[in-house]
């Protein structure tokens, strides 16, 4: 990541956005459900559980942002660590964690970090923010017992081209993170599997209540042009 820019990303995102910062701090704090894109966000969510080990299991949340995906893993009954390499997100988590048992967080750069060894850990939507992803993965196999599991849910293929505007304004990273990229930098950092997963928020929504409904939407499935197309983002499950 542009590391200065994502740890002022409050700021930026109001000076250049053109919007206060309570306004800014109000849409993160209630995040998932301030966002248009809240159904996406919890259809992610639901898959990511049903891959998880059972709680309760000590997880890691990397990269965190404003805590929503914490305090829903908590609630789940996980021991969980949230880190974020802005102070004032993990001040706005804290924030929207308060009451909520189990879950702590820290001010860290997840490309280089020691918190000690977890069951699990979730990288959502913010390894493609990375300077190095490399050096991220080879940290989160680290700080992972064996037999650990590292879930991530990453933009796939064409993300870095339709954030370039995204990227200029607000001086994040913004890279491609396709599952076959992330699966070599897991072999690479010593993870001994390596599974992916059809991400169900990427598959478009069709009417199927006919049988011929039905096999013409398996026959696009089947289609390599169609995988491009609505596949190139995976759910990439790793274990250690």
């Given at each position: 990541?542009?590391?200065?820019d994502?740890?002022?990303?409050?700021?930026?995102?109001?000076?250049?956005?053109?919007?206060?910062?309570?306004?800014?701090?109000?849409?993160?704090?209630?995040?998932?459900?301030?966002?248009?894109?809240?159904?996406?966000?919890?259809?992610?969510?639901a898959?990511?559980?049903?891959?998880?080990?059972?709680?309760?299991?000590?997880?890691?949340?990397?990269?965190?942002?404003?805590?929503?995906?914490?305090?829903?893993?908590?609630?789940?009954?996980y021991?969980?660590?949230?880190?974020?390499?802005?102070?004032?997100?993990?001040a706005?988590?804290?924030?929207?964690?308060?009451?909520?048992?189990?879950?702590?967080?820290?001010?860290?750069?997840?490309?280089?970090?020691?918190?000690?060894?977890?069951?699990?850990?979730?990288?959502?939507?913010?390894?493609?923010?990375?300077?190095?992803?490399?050096?991220?993965?080879?940290?989160?196999?680290?700080?992972?017992?064996?037999?650990?599991?590292?879930?991530?849910?990453?933009?796939?293929?064409?993300?870095?081209?339709?954030?370039?505007?995204?990227?200029?304004?607000?001086?994040?990273?913004?890279?491609?993170?396709?599952?076959?990229?992330?699966?070599?930098?897991?072999?690479?950092?010593?993870?001994?599997?390596?599974?992916?997963?059809?991400?169900?928020?990427?598959?478009?929504?069709?009417?199927?209540?006919?049988?011929?409904?039905?096999?013409?939407?398996?026959?696009?499935?089947?289609?390599?042009?169609?995988?491009?197309?609505?596949?190139?983002?995976?759910?990439?499950?790793?274990?250690?």
């Amino acid at each position: 990541m542009a590391k200065k820019d994502e740890i002022e990303y409050i700021s930026n995102l109001s000076s250049m956005g053109g919007k206060s910062v309570e306004d800014v701090i109000w849409y993160h704090k209630n995040k998932p459900w301030s966002d248009e894109g809240r159904a996406r966000y919890l259809v992610d969510i639901a898959q990511i559980l049903q891959l998880l080990p059972p709680p309760p299991a000590k997880l890691l949340d990397v990269g965190m942002g404003s805590g929503w995906t914490s305090k829903i893993f908590a609630e789940c009954g996980y021991t969980v660590l949230g880190m974020d390499i802005a102070p004032d997100m993990v001040a706005m988590a804290r924030d929207v964690c308060a009451g909520v048992e189990n879950v702590e967080f820290a001010v860290a750069d997840f490309e280089n970090f020691s918190f000690g060894e977890f069951d699990c850990a979730v990288i959502y939507d913010s390894l493609h923010h990375a300077d190095s992803p490399e050096k991220t993965i080879k940290s989160v196999y680290l700080n992972l017992k064996k037999e650990g599991v590292l879930i991530t849910a990453e933009p796939g293929r064409g993300h870095k081209i339709a954030s370039r505007k995204i990227s200029r304004l607000y001086g994040t990273t913004e890279n491609d993170m396709t599952p076959r990229f992330q699966k070599k930098m897991m072999v690479s950092a010593g993870f001994r599997s390596v599974i992916t997963y059809s991400r169900l928020r990427m598959l478009p929504f069709f009417n199927s209540s006919s049988d011929a409904l039905r096999r013409l939407h398996a026959w696009l499935y089947s289609l390599p042009l169609f995988g491009l197309m609505f596949g190139s983002s995976r759910i990439v499950v790793a274990k250690k």
